[in-house]
């Protein structure tokens, strides 16, 4: 597995991984799959993004409206509509990050906590798809990481 982290705009998070992918398939080492993880954020392009990511085969994973939500889930319920900022504290509070880093003791273990979680916060979740807030696909990368499909 190989992890690139741009922090750019969704657009160019994909075109980066696309261009990522063919000189991968060019040196004769293709991706098994491609996903970007995306948070809604306030970023005008994502609905384009999420489109073009799917006429070209990368996958996508939205947190709605951050990845720190799904942090939380691992070992908290938080159903309500939220924003950014707060449940980025949230996470901190609840000492699962530090700064931009994962806690040395974050729970991993409650990754299957945070599937329910997710799923039932979504039951729309689709591969390059905006759910609702708070929501989080990120048990669409679970699963790929696990071999299986989106």
């Known amino acids: ?5 741009s922090g750019e705009d969704p657009l160019r ?11 991968a398939a060019r040196q004769g080492e293709p991706y098994d799959w491609v996903c970007l993880l995306l948070d809604v954020d306030d970023h005008a392009t994502l609905p384009r993004c999420l489109i073009e990511a799917k006429r070209s085969g990368v996958h996508v994973v939205v947190s709605n409206p951050q990845f720190e939500l ?10 309500a509509w939220v924003e950014g900022k707060k449940i980025s504290r949230r996470a901190s509070g609840l000492k699962l990050v530090e700064g931009k880093h994962l ?8 990754y299957e906590d945070a599937v329910v979680r997710a799923r039932q916060a ?15 696909s990120m048990p ?10 989106p």
């Open 103 to 110: 806690d040395a003791k974050f729970p991993i273990h409650g």
């Open 13 to 23: 998070a994909l075109s980066l991984a696309k261009r990522l992918r063919e000189e």
């Open 140 to 149: 669409l990368l679970v699963a790929l990481m696990q071999g299986g499909a």
């Open 70 to 79: 799904w942090l939380v889930w691992h070992i908290a319920d938080h159903t």
């Open 122 to 136: 979504d039951q729309g979740m689709a591969d390059a798809r905006q759910g609702p807030n708070p929501s989080s």
């Open 1 to 5: 597995m190989k992890v690139v982290g």
